[in-house]
């Protein structure tokens, strides 16, 4: 208990921590929707586009008056559009474009950091991420836009749940599903361009993709999903956290690899100890 005081009474670790816990409630909901429609890479993609603004940002952001996170957020945008659009050119599948994205991104990445020395001491941590360094106006920016976000799904809860489950029969009964879904990308881009610089990218994926896995293990209802989803993202944080600090390991990494530890246990306690009816 000393050790846990001691630990949560810094003042990074208590911003880091208020960081982590309301960027991954964020991803974790949001990454029910990528389960939901199947388009789970849809969330790495996102997330290179956005370091992709981020390291440009170091290059050219000064000389055209633009800061990191304002071409982070553009480049998320421009993807959150390139994959909302409808793809119908014969052997070209969405999946393809989302591989041929991510990669493109990440290429585009490693050239910009390689020409930039500075760059590429700086950027280090937007792949790993360290969440503790968190300043406060990034910690109030990510609260801010947090909230936005959870203003518009809890408007659009429902037809952001129909739309995902059967686009089809959405579409059939004249609801405007293709506007639902472009909002949907939408928020995600934006929580993703948000939440790449201070937390990282391994962060921010993992929180998409991992906790709504645990909740879908654990639970057939919905709103169960969403709620186990965010529960496992701040369990995650508060231990990760916790033996990042105590084994001075890198903190990003360690939180994701704490909620992969999560998975599995509720994976085989699901599979072997618990029985379906």
């Known amino acids: 208990m000393d050790l846990l005081i001691e630990i949560f009474s810094e003042r990074f670790i208590q911003a880091g ?8 409630s964020v991803c974790a909901y949001l990454g029910v929707f990528l389960i939901l429609k199947r388009i789970v890479f849809v969330g790495a993609a996102l997330s290179q586009m956005a370091a992709v603004g981020v390291v440009a940002g170091h290059v050219i952001g000064h000389e055209l008056g633009l800061n990191l996170e304002a071409l982070a957020f553009l480049f998320s945008i421009l993807g959150a ?5 409808p793809v119908s050119q014969g052997s070209i599948t969405k999946e393809s474009l989302i591989g041929y994205t991510y990669i493109f991104a990440s290429a585009l990445s490693i050239i910009i950091i390689a020409k930039d ?27 801010v836009v947090s909230s936005l976000i959870c203003v518009v799904h809890i408007i659009f809860r429902k037809e952001f749940v129909f739309v995902s489950f059967d686009p089809t029969t959405a579409q059939t009964l004249k ?4 506007l639902y879904d472009f909002l949907i990308y939408l928020t995600l881009g934006i929580a993703i361009s ?8 391994l962060f921010i994926f993992s ?17 169960w999903i969403f709620i186990a989803s965010v529960v496992s993202i701040w369990i995650s944080s508060l231990v990760g956290i916790v033996f990042s600090y105590t084994f001075d390991l ?3 990494p360690t939180i994701s690899a704490t909620n992969a530890i999560i998975f599995l246990i509720c994976f085989f306690v699901k599979r072997f100890l618990i029985r379906s009816p």
């Open 17 to 24: 921590l208020a960081a982590s816990l309301i960027l991954g």
């Open 207 to 223: 929180s998409l993709i991992i906790p709504a896995l645990i909740g879908m293990i654990l639970f057939q209802r919905l709103v």
């Open 117 to 143: 020395p500075l760059a590429e001491a700086e950027n280090i941590d937007l792949f790993s991420g360290n969440i503790l360094f968190v300043t406060g106006f990034d910690l109030f920016l990510i609260s």
């Open 250 to 252: 890198p903190t990003g």
């Open 81 to 85: 559009l390139l994959f909302w659009l």
């Open 194 to 201: 948000v939440g790449i610089r201070s937390a990282g990218m």
């Open 175 to 178: 609801i405007p599903a293709r």
